[in-house]
């Protein structure tokens, strides 16, 4: 028996490993890879331009949750709110900003896990309030604190809404990925219950936080040791000249 | 439905329309007519919506892809405060800050949970089939209201501040928008069933933990190609977890799901295809590097894929 399957389509994964590899422009690379897919699998230009359209309009929902509240959010740091955010977490004498994010993984995982997504996110949480919390508890520390640090504070912040928000949803019931794995094995012959495909995640959303949390902490240690470095150098610099 | 996700499109054409006019407008944008032009077709997109012919469709994605591509489109230099009257109007406020911006959240989470099934009149009151975006919809609509009443702005300033943050993320907005197409294209000309056939014809699975490991590695790989695990579930699952860890290794579906899904969630994290989560966000947070949300969490996600492979290995015989 002949393979009915045609290999030609990979072409388009192809060009889109070459050009995140080449570090092209992303949305060229896309393109690209729009085109070198639908000529692969024999596409007229008519016929792909249409496909391309449709999918377009299709996914506009997707834009929408970061659009819709960039208004209330540029509204309220113009007036102040990145700063109020700042000032408040200065109060907090114990904060730091390994400690800020894991009790935001806790809450952001947590709050997934029982479906309620929408509680954090990069627009809504992260950049107003997540991230200038922890870049302020970081800075009030240790005054000074490198542009490269604070880089990646902001980074970790973004990374931890993440980590919190994957593993949390998946151990919902009601997740679309779970009905999506129950339709798929379903159509497969083989029926599973999404309760227990939910508990069975269970084990790798403990592991993410616990592997996540654990590098939060080291986070903390990292700045510390830097500016440690840092301070020594200054001072042997200084202690260098009469 | 009273609150349709139609309302929300016209809405948010609405306003890149306005957000064009104010690029043109904008004489500190070096590239202010590309721009203008990039944010008037995206404007397009929602306005007119299904009514645009495909192929038209099609033509617009292409020319933003290009404009935006070959350095069209810029931003201009924004206008804040200056920090001094920023720092007084934080004190002045203080907390009150915080009420619109939970709104958000919280109206979205109330709305999706509590007011899901409430009907007025014979109708639903949300969209029920896109509760959440119709729900985040009416919160960011309440958090406007209640911010200009708040500060005392008119929503023309609101529209302008929401101009600063779209023009500080500017091509990165509709790089997610883009791969969604993109991946719905590679479903269509049939790249996962070819992808299939190469990882299952190529590999020997005569051990469990090599078949284990190409399951979970190959999720990871997958959707770190596609962007979205859910692209490629179906793909795996098909090619290896059913036809090998299932039938040949008696593997539990349900266990062998979870935690292949959970090995595409690493890949998720490694992968500039999902933009939505790691180009967007190094965008709204100013960071230099695009890359930089990627690389604070690869250290997270190689350990927690090795653990997904000896989890899937111990349990998946329960």
């Given at each position: 028996m002949q393979?009915?399957?045609?290999l030609?389509?990979l ?9 995140f590899l080449?570090?092209?422009?992303p949305v ?12 692969a699998?024999?596409m007229?230009?008519e016929?792909?331009l249409?496909s391309?359209?449709r999918?377009?309009v299709k996914?506009?929902n ?5 659009l819709?509240?960039?208004a209330?959010?540029g509204?309220?740091e ?5 700063e109020?955010?700042q000032?408040?977490?200065?109060r907090?004498k114990a ?9 935001y993984?806790?809450?952001r995982?947590?709050?997934?896990a029982?479906?309620l997504?929408?509680?954090g996110?990069?627009p809504n949480?992260?950049r107003p309030l997540?991230?200038p919390?922890a870049?302020?508890a970081?800075e009030?520390?240790?005054p000074?604190?490198s542009?490269?640090?604070?880089q990646?504070v902001r980074?970790m ?8 928000l994957?593993?949390?949803?998946d151990i ?11 339709t798929?094995?379903?159509a497969e012959?083989?029926e ?6 939910a508990?069975w995640?269970?084990?790798t ?7 996540h949390?654990w590098r939060?902490r080291r986070?903390?240690r990292e ?14 610099q ?5 | ?9 016209l809405?948010?054409g609405a306003v890149?329309?306005l957000?064009?006019?104010?690029t ?5 944008n070096?590239r ?6 990039f944010?008037a ?6 306005l007119?919506?299904e009514a645009?012919p ?5 033509a ?5 892809a290009?404009l935006?591509?070959?350095g ?5 230099a924004p206008?804040?405060l200056p920090?001094a ?7 002045r406020?203080?907390?009150k800050?915080f009420?619109?911006a939970l709104?958000?959240p919280?109206v979205?989470?109330?709305?999706a ?6 009907k007025?009149?014979g ?5 029920q089939k ?5 729900a ?5 609509v ?5 911010a200009?009443?708040m ?6 300033q ?6 600063r ?5 500017g091509w ?10 993109l991946g ?5 000309a049939g ?11 190529y590999i020997?699975?005569d051990?469990?933990l ?9 999720m ?10 859910f692209a490629a579930?179906?793909?795996?699952a098909?090619?290896?977890?059913i036809?090998?860890?299932v039938?040949v ?5 349900a266990?062998?799901?979870?935690i292949?899904?959970f090995?595409?969630y690493?890949?998720t994290l490694?992968?500039p295809m999902?933009a939505?989560?790691?180009m967007?966000?190094a ?5 230099h590097?695009?890359h930089a ?10 350990p927690l894929?090795g653990?997904?492979i ?6 998946m015989n329960?």
């Open positions: 393979t009915a399957v045609s030609w389509p072409l388009g994964v192809a060009v889109i490993v070459l050009g080449l570090r092209a422009h060229l690379v896309v393109a690209a890879a729009c085109f070198t897919t639908g000529f699998a024999m007229p230009v016929v792909l249409a391309l359209g999918a377009f996914t506009r997707l834009p929408l949750i970061y819709l509240p960039l209330a959010i509204l309220l113009r007036y102040g709110l990145r109020h955010a000032a408040a977490i200065a907090v904060a730091t900003a390994g400690r800020i994010l894991i009790v993984l806790t809450v995982e947590l709050s997934a029982g479906g997504t929408s509680l996110g990069h949480m992260v997540v991230a919390m870049e302020a970081a009030l520390r240790h000074g604190l542009e490269r640090l604070r990646r980074a912040a973004a990374a931890t809404d993440n980590v919190g994957f593993f949390g949803e919902f019931v009601a997740f679309g990925a779970i009905v999506l794995m129950q798929i094995l379903r012959g083989i599973v219950d999404p309760l227990h495909v508990m995640g269970i084990p959303a403990v592991t993410a936080y616990i592997i949390a939060l986070l903390d700045i510390e040791r830097e500016l440690l470095a840092a301070a020594a150098q200054l001072s042997a200084s202690a260098g000249q009469p | 439905m009273i609150f349709k996700l139609d309302y929300f499109y809405l948010l890149l329309a957000i064009a006019l104010l043109l407008a904008d004489r500190s070096p202010r007519h590309t721009t203008a032009l944010w077709l995206y404007a397009a997109i929602y007119a919506g645009l495909e192929a038209t469709a099609g617009i994605m292409i020319t933003m290009l935006a591509g070959f069209g489109v810029r931003m201009g206008k804040h920090e009257e920023r720092r007084s109007s934080a004190q406020l203080g907390h800050l009420v619109p709104i958000i919280g979205t989470m109330a709305c949970t509590l007011l899901k099934d409430v007025l009149g109708l639903f009151l949300f969209d896109h509760l959440t975006l119709a985040l919809g009416c919160a960011s309440i958090a406007v209201a209640l200009c009443v500060l005392r702005a008119t929503p023309l609101a529209a302008r501040e929401q101009r943050l779209v023009d500080a993320m990165a907005i509709v790089l997610p928008h883009m791969l969604a197409v719905l294209l590679f479903t269509e790249v996962g069933k070819a992808v299939a056939h190469v990882s299952t014809s020997n699975m051990y469990k090599a078949a284990v490991a190409v399951y979970c590695g190959g990871a790989l997958f959707t770190i190609v596609m962007g979205n695990g579930f179906p793909v795996m098909g090619g290896v977890g036809p090998v860890l039938n290794y008696g593997a539990n579906p266990v062998m799901a979870a292949g899904m090995s595409g690493c890949g490694m992968t999902a939505n989560f790691n967007v966000p965008a709204l947070l100013d960071l590097d695009k949300v990627i690389k604070a969490q690869i250290p997270t996600a190689l894929l653990a997904n000896l989890l899937l290995y111990f349990l329960y």
